[in-house]
């Protein structure tokens, strides 16, 4: 059965911070906040648009939803729960903060039927943290996510790696605790500069620079491969592309690209290839073939075929084959040169 999102969003209702990265209403598109009738409305017009049945979760987006009164918390939730309870959806997002999550808050939650709760991280680094105006620690996250892994509700981390202070061993850092927390899924964000925020300040005035977007595109791959390597899903790198994003003057600097989370898979891919090549396996440079699964046949490419392209070139191999087979299975490649087979998936990466 296929999972649909309602999303419905609260740009920067119940931030207490201005975190130097955030400009939510360029993020999301909604100037407004939104009210419990529209929240109903826009559940009944999805619901009702749908001609099959389907897995549904009305998620809320863009503030910090548990800083809200808990009145106005209860009143927004209150179409969600009421449409949960009758069954019309199975699930209930929201989106807040590590230090505003406490028990009062979680009961609260669920009562109410929330079932997933995602916290904005960012970092797991406290220097970090403080460069980024966050307003909490990272013992504040350990304590939110030990909280919410007592209860029934699924907890997500989110993560924007490439932020002010950040550094290899930085991220590192950030990586190995996070595994420790053990959540049940990710989101990663590299740090773009939007304009009117205090970091597209900093930006103007030369005292950051953000990561390139090749450096942007192995950062997330080294997180995207740790974390899946440990059983955690990732469920999306790179900012969601909207008109308001790509509307030039937007973004003023840094890795924003419409397929990031694409440009990243294809990069896992061609460490894989590459991984391979460098065995020196003989006949490798005479005839390579590539057979793998048809639903990675642009990510084994890359973006404008540049994995193979630059396989071809890096490698000096003659000529490269691509055989999209459904027996293949998915992150995995069946190789082919001297009259052997050899297969690799990304488990098998040991480099970035």
């Given at each position: 059965m296929k999972h649909y999102i309602i999303p419905i969003f609260i740009p920067h209702l119940g931030c207490r911070h201005q975190c130097i990265f955030c400009n939510q209403q360029s993020i999301t598109g909604r100037p407004t906040p939104v009210t419990a009738r529209q929240v109903r409305t826009m559940i009944a017009d999805r619901l009702a648009a749908f001609k099959q049945k389907r897995q549904v979760e009305v998620a809320f987006y863009g503030g910090s939803f548990t800083a809200l009164p808990e009145a106005m918390q209860n009143e927004l939730l209150a179409p969600a729960t009421e449409a949960r309870l009758q069954g019309h959806i199975q699930g209930i997002r929201l989106s807040t903060r590590p230090?505003?999550?406490?028990?009062?808050?979680?009961?609260?939650?669920?009562e109410r039927g929330v079932t997933v709760v995602e916290l904005g991280v960012q970092s797991l680094d406290d220097t970090v943290l403080a460069a980024a105006a966050r307003g909490h620690d990272c013992k504040s996250v350990a304590q939110a996510v030990t909280l919410l892994k007592k209860t029934s509700l699924r907890?997500?981390?989110?993560?924007?790696?490439?932020?002010?202070?950040?550094?290899?061993?930085?991220?590192?850092?950030?990586?190995?605790?996070?595994?420790?927390?053990?959540?049940?899924?990710?989101?990663?964000?590299?740090?773009?500069?939007?304009?009117?925020?205090?970091?597209a300040g900093l930006y103007q005035r030369g005292a950051y620079q953000p990561?390139?977007?090749?450096?942007?595109?192995?950062?997330?791959?080294?997180?995207?491969?740790?974390?899946?390597?440990?059983?955690?899903?990732?469920?999306?790198?790179?900012?969601?592309?909207?008109?308001?994003?790509?509307?030039?003057?937007?973004?003023?600097?840094?890795?924003?690209?419409?397929?990031?989370?694409?440009?990243?898979?294809?990069h896992i891919f061609y460490l894989m290839l590459a991984g391979f090549v460098e065995q020196g396996i003989a006949g490798c440079q005479e005839h390579l073939l590539i057979r793998?699964?048809?639903?990675?046949?642009?990510?084994?490419?890359g973006h404008y075929n540049n994995n193979i392209a630059g396989l071809q070139q890096a490698y000096n191999i003659a000529k490269i084959t691509l055989q999209a087979e459904a027996l293949v299975p998915r992150a995995t490649l069946l190789f082919t040169c001297g009259g052997q087979d050899y297969l690799l998936n990304k488990n098998m990466i040991n480099s970035i």
């Open positions: 230090d505003c999550i406490n028990e009062p808050i979680v009961n609260n939650l669920l907890c997500g981390l989110q993560f924007m790696p490439g932020l002010p202070g950040e550094d290899w061993l930085s991220l590192l850092k950030t990586v190995q605790r996070a595994l420790a927390l053990s959540p049940d899924f990710v989101r990663i964000y590299p740090a773009v500069v939007i304009q009117g925020t205090p970091l990561l390139s977007l090749p450096q942007a595109t192995v950062r997330s791959a080294y997180m995207k491969l740790a974390f899946e390597r440990r059983g955690i899903a990732v469920i999306r790198v790179g900012l969601q592309a909207s008109a308001e994003l790509d509307r030039e003057g937007t973004v003023l600097a840094g890795p924003y690209h419409p397929a990031f989370g694409e440009l990243v898979d294809a793998h699964h048809p639903q990675d046949c642009s990510k084994v490419r």
